[in-house]
Structures are given as structure tokens and as C-alpha cells.
């Protein structure tokens, strides 16, 4: 009988998917993993990125926010709900912090409360609102600047669970917006892209990155969008297609490639400005809801699971050798597992010195991190990179950063 | 007395025989004239009842739970139920007894703790039993423990996803066993969301509030497809 009904019955691979992560990621996150594994298992959020080559998009702003959605890189302000819910990460999840919503908004956030910055203290004066839990990253606002690189990124607010609608075309006949997870940006952002830049998306396919790094407030010199698979190839062509006025791909200098990432580095070596390594990898949220064949977890795909690190190493390690000494490669993950980020990072990183005698170095987030602490929870245990945590009330990610800088 | 009549001045136009043998129906359930005036200014339409009718309906509560104490309990706690015609007290007790197999003790202590769930469709009340049972693994013993018939499908059924999606709720096997003790079904379901947030699921208000609103979200969404296929 279908009377009752709880999620999806789980399929067998992602049933092995989830003992998984109950063991692994217990021992990683602590009391906090509960939390991640109610928003990995429940509706993702999704935010809308408008297209700024479609017919009006300004109008489409306007009326994404008549939907009640907010401006990401608007004042931050618009992102917290009126009863502030605590964004603390540090191993505060099991100390509840229940709230009335009745509750007036605390002034919690006002110029004269100064919190010390890596602690959970807090002046006085505020003790009600405190919570037990450690409020993290707290700075105050007027010390977080602007990152360069603007996105035009539409979002709801924490714990309002509204949704897009699916984008329609627009007068000239392309898309207005594309839907992904907000969190997605954050990669773009960090390539630090600048005017004239040549940008090399190394593993782009389905395109929503490459429609990211597009879309930014800066003009490229060139993208390379390069997906070997040719199923994901043929999607982000479409999605090109769909969102690019005809012509318009070949002005702003957009290629679409079909190569095996790891030849890039052999290919054309110290020739982009930057770029964008988002690797395949046993995607969190995926592996937990879909159905058999797709799924990483799948016994079919024990082989491509065990030589993804490898991989995943390989690339990055092309991208170091494909960028040019003083550019910068971004490498991203959707899983929160530490070997395959900032493990990976370290060892590709030993591996570009190795066989290439390329020098790099870690680069530094922590002022988009800063800048966005009211949209995403990041991870505090992140020594290298942010890895932005799924929590309800703001369900993105996961999705691991990290900047490399090329030294020689 | 003056007080309750110039409030329920209908009273007065009920005829004297018929308010005279619907008191002497609550003199016999042993139930003070004080609470009576309350319990008709609650639910002033056990008054539009005839005192024959009354007396059977109390008759046949008696047989479930019992003792005539036990029917002063029950229809001080929930006076609505007086009202309901006696075919309709019995499925529901029909479906405790049969699809959900209680025992007959525990029909009584359910009847007695928690009568409004005479008030419920037969249909509904055997939904909450077989979520409870089926999705939960829980025991006839926790479910009356629990009072499980005071609470909305909704509410138990978003009390029990969060606690499972945290992976703090194990669900039960074919033959409703579990690895671990599952947290009692009385401290999830009875309890303020205050309690049982700090003290079972040790989760934040938002993120319960949050949680609460997707899965509504989700249900509207079947509902539209059903109706979708329906006019297909
Ligand atoms: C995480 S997805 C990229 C998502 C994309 N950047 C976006 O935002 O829409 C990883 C992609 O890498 C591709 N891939 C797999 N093996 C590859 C390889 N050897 N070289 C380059 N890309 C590869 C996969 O087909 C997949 O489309």
C-alpha cells in the first residue's frame, strides 16, 4: 500500500553509498554530520543565474526578485531571515538552538558588537541571542570587501524553500536564466578572472560553470570549454546554444574541446591565464539519491571509483602544467571527502613538482569565504581551499574549492 | 445555573423532559453538575441529542472501556463524541480492534486517553497505526504510550523523516527489528518541538522549521500530479 511514504526506497548503491558516509564522514564531521545528512538527503536549493546576454536582463532580475529571490552579492543582509538563525560550524550542531520565531531580531549584527574572530565569544549585551554553539568567521561586515569578479546570481533567502521556475525563452529565443546550485559560483569567483584573461574550463560538461565563468562581470580574451565525454559534450553544446545568441560564442571567443583533460598539460603547456579543474569525483548528494546505473557506488563502477583519485590527480596536474607560470587553476569537487580534496590538491601539487619541476602555491579564499558567510556554511576544517557544508535551512553545496598559483 | 442559562439561552427552548433526561444520563456517569454546564456550553449539540439515543451511546462506550468511570472520563475529555452516531463509534473501534489488532485492554486505555480518535475516519485512524507500525517498527504498547492517535499524519510523519534523515532513527526490517533502540515513540511524538528538538533530534529550530516546509512542498507536489493523471 502506498499509503505512507517516506523518501524513495533507496536503491542498493545508494544504500552502500550512505553506510558509507555514516562511517566516514561521522568520523570527519562529529556530532555535525546529522545535520549534513538530513540536507544531503532531502531537496537541494537552486538558485538561478541570469543570463546577461539574453534579450532583458534586467527585467529578469526584476522579476526573479518579485519571486521574493535576492541578489548574492547584494549587502548580505537580504539573506538572513528575520529570526537569525546561527550559522556557527564548529561542532556546535548538537547543541540545539531553539529559537522562538517570535522572537524580535537581535541586534546581533550591528556595528558595536565585536566578536573576537576565530572564537565563539561574544560581546556582552547579547547574551540571549548568544546561542551555545560557536558563531564562526564572524567579522564585522564592513571589513568584508566586494570580491572583483561579480556574479549576476539570484537566490532565496535561508530557510525559504521557494523554487524557479524553469527558465523560458525570451524574445530573442534563448534562455533567461540557468538553474544550479549557488554554491557553484563560488569556483568561478575564485579564478580571480580580469579582463582579457584566456580561460581553459577543463572538464565543463554540462556547461553550468562555463555559463558562470561567461557570465561574470569581466571580458575574456577566450574560453576553452573542454568535455571529453561525448554525451556531456553534446549537452554543453546545447546548453551554448541555448543561452548564446548566435555568433555570439565565436565573438566572446567560446570553443568547445573534446579532450582527455590529462593531455592538456602536453597539449599546450603555460598558455592560459587560468584555469577551471572541476573534476569528476563520487559527487555526495548523487551518489545518495540516484538511481542504480548513474550512480558511482554502483559495482559496475568499482573500477572508474578506485582509479577516480588518480585521475582526479592526473588532471590537476595538467591544468598546473597548462597554465602559464603566474596564472592561477581552481580545482573543485561536489563531495566533501577530505582524500579527494584537499588530498588530491597536495599531491597533484607533488606531482606537477615531480615530473615537470613546476612550483605552485596554495592561494588564498578566506575573502570569499568572508564575503558570503551568510549565503553558505562552510567548513571550518578545511586547512587548504573552503568547502562549502549542506545545511537545511541553506541546502548548497557540497562543493570544494581550492586556488592554486603557478609559480614558474 | 443563571449564568449558564443566559449564556445558553437555547436551553430554554429545549423541551423540560428531554433537558431533564439528558442530566439524568450524566448523573448516572457520576459526572458534577458543574462539569456538565461546562461540558454543554463546550459542545452544546449533545443537547440537540435524544436522551434515548444518549443512553445507548454511553451503553455501548461502556462495553469498550469498561466502567461507567471510564465513560465520564472519556466524554469529559472529548464531549464531541456523544454526538457521533453509534455506527460510527463502532468501525472505529472495528478498525482498532481488527486491522490493527489491539488488544482489547489496550483499545480501552486508547478510548480512554485519547478519544478523539473516534472523531477521525476509520481510514485515517488505521493510516496513523500503519505508519507507525510499518515505517516506524513501533509496538501496539508505544503507539498507545504515545497517545498516537492525538497527533496528525503530518506531524508524525515529519517527526519521524527528520529524525531518520539525521540518521538518528534506524528504520526497521522486514520483521520491524532494528540494530539499535530506536528513541521512544512517545518522546518524538509527544512532545513540544522545543523538547524535541533539544532533548531527541539535538537540531536547530531552523533547521526543523525548514525541514517541516519542504516536506510540505513535497506533498503538494504529488497532489498536483495526482490530480494531473486523474483528468489525463
Ligand atoms: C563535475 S562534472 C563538471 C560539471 C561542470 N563543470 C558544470 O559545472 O556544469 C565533471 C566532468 O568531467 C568530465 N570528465 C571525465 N573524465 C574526464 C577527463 N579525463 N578529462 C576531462 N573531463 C573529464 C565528466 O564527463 C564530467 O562531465
Known amino acids: 500500500k502506498q499509503m505512507y511514504r517516506n523518501r524513495k526506497p533507496p536503491t542498493w548503491a545508494s544504500q552502500v553509498a550512505l553506510d558509507m558516509f555514516d562511517q566516514y564522514y561521522k568520523r570527519q564531521f562529529g556530532t555535525r554530520w546529522s545535520s549534513i545528512r538530513l540536507a544531503l538527503l532531502s531537496e537541494p536549493k537552486h538558485a538561478a543565474l541570469v543570463n546577461n546576454f539574453g534579450h532583458d536582463p534586467e527585467a529578469v532580475c526584476a522579476e526573479l526578485e518579485t519571486l521574493g529571490a535576492v541578489d548574492i552579492m547584494d549587502g548580505q543582509q537580504a539573506l538572513r531571515p528575520a529570526w537569525r538563525a546561527k550559522r556557527g560550524v564548529r561542532g556546535s550542531a548538537h547543541v540545539a ?12 549584527w550591528s556595528e558595536e558588537n565585536v566578536y573576537d574572530d576565530d572564537d565563539n565569544v561574544q560581546s556582552a549585551g547579547n547574551r540571549e541571542s548568544g546561542q551555545t554553539g560557536g558563531v564562526s ?48 559560483v563560488l569556483p568561478v569567483l575564485a579564478l580571480n578572472l580580469k579582463a582579457g584573461d584566456i580561460v581553459l574550463d577543463m572538464c565543463a560538461g554540462p556547461g553550468g560553470k562555463t555559463l558562470a565563468i561567461i557570465n561574470t562581470s569581466v571580458s575574456l580574451s577566450g574560453i576553452v570549454a573542454n568535455e571529453p565525454k561525448s554525451s556531456r559534450c553534446k549537452r554543453l553544446n546545447q546548453v551554448l546554444r541555448l543561452y548564446l545568441q548566435r555568433g555570439l560564442s565565436v565573438q566572446k571567443g567560446v570553443k568547445v574541446t573534446s579532450f582527455d583533460g590529462c593531455r592538456w598539460g602536453k597539449m599546450s603547456p603555460n598558455s592560459f591565464d587560468k584555469v577551471l579543474v572541476d573534476v569528476p569525483c563520487t559527487s555526495d548528494r548523487h551518489s545518495l539519491t540516484h538511481d542504480e546505473k548513474t550512480n558511482i557506488f554502483h559495482v559496475a563502477r568499482q573500477r572508474e571509483r578506485t582509479e577516480m583519485t588518480d585521475l582526479q590527480v592526473k588532471l590537476l596536474s595538467a591544468a598546473l602544467a597548462a597554465v602559464r607560470p603566474g596564472g592561477e587553476v581552481v580545482y573543485s569537487t561536489c563531495t566533501m571527502s577530505q582524500m579527494q580534496n584537499e588530498g588530491i590538491v597536495y599531491m597533484a601539487m607533488e606531482h606537477a613538482n615531480q615530473t615537470s619541476n613546476i612550483l605552485t602555491e596554495v592561494g588564498d579564499v578566506s575573502n570569499l569565504v568572508q564575503f558570503f558567510q551568510h549565503s553558505f556554511t ?25 586556488r592554486l598559483r603557478r609559480i614558474n | 445555573v443563571f449564568h449558564f442559562v443566559t449564556t445558553n439561552s437555547h436551553l430554554l427552548a429545549s423541551p423540560e423532559d428531554k433537558v431533564k433526561g439528558v442530566f439524568g444520563i450524566f448523573l448516572y456517569l457520576d459526572i458534577s453538575k458543574n462539569k456538565v454546564m461546562d461540558l454543554l456550553s463546550t459542545c452544546p449539540d449533545v443537547l440537540k441529542e435524544q436522551p434515548n439515543d444518549l443512553k445507548r451511546k454511553v451503553q455501548n462506550l461502556q462495553k469498550y472501556v469498561a466502567s461507567v468511570e471510564n465513560v465520564a472520563k472519556l466524554i469529559l475529555k472529548c464531549p464531541t463524541v456523544l454526538t457521533l452516531p453509534l455506527l460510527k ?48 517498527g513501533s509496538t501496539r504498547e508505544d503507539m498507545v504510550k504515545a497517545f498516537l492517535f492525538r497527533h496528525k499524519w ?44 533539544t532533548q531527541v533530534a539535538f537540531a536547530s529550530y531552523e533547521e526543523y522549521a525548514t525541514f517541516v516546509s519542504l516536506l510540505e512542498q513535497e506533498e503538494e507536489t504529488d497532489v498536483d500530479t495526482s490530480d494531473m493523471s486523474s483528468s489525463d
Open chain 2, 154 to 197: 503530518e506531524h508524525i510523519r515529519s517527526r519521524h523523516m527528520f529524525l531518520e534523515r539525521r540518521g538518528m532513527y534506524e528504520p526497521p526490517d522486514k520483521t520491524g527489528k532494528t540494530k539499535n533502540p530506536n528513541p521512544h515513540l512517545r518522546d518524538i511524538l509527544a512532545t513540544t518541538t522545543k523538547d524535541f528538538l
Open chain 1, 378 to 402: 562552510f567548513s571550518e576544517g578545511c586547512r587548504i581551499g573552503a568547502l562549502v557544508l549542506p545545511s537545511l535551512p541553506n541546502n548548497w553545496g557540497p562543493l570544494y574549492f581550492c
Open chain 1, 137 to 184: 568567521r564572524r567579522v564585522q561586515d564592513s571589513a568584508v570587501s566586494l570580491p572583483d569578479v561579480a556574479t549576476n546570481l539570484r537566490l532565496f533567502a535561508m530557510t525559504d524553500t521557494s523554487r524557479f521556475p524553469p527558465a523560458k525563452p525570451d524574445a530573442d529565443g534563448i534562455l533567461s536564466y540557468y538553474i544550479l546550485d549557488a554554491a557553484s
Open chain 1, 97 to 108: 538552538t531553539v529559537q522562538q520565531e517570535t522572537k524580535t531580531v537581535e541586534p546581533l
Open chain 2, 89 to 136: 463509534v463502532r468501525s472505529v473501534v472495528g478498525v482498532l480492534k481488527e486491522n490493527c489488532t489491539f488488544k482489547t485492554a489496550q483499545v480501552q486505555t486508547i478510548l480512554t486517553t485519547t478519544p478523539v480518535v473516534l472523531l477521525e475516519t476509520p481510514e485515517n485512524a488505521e493510516l496513523l497505526f500503519q505508519y507507525a507500525f510499518f515505517a516506524m
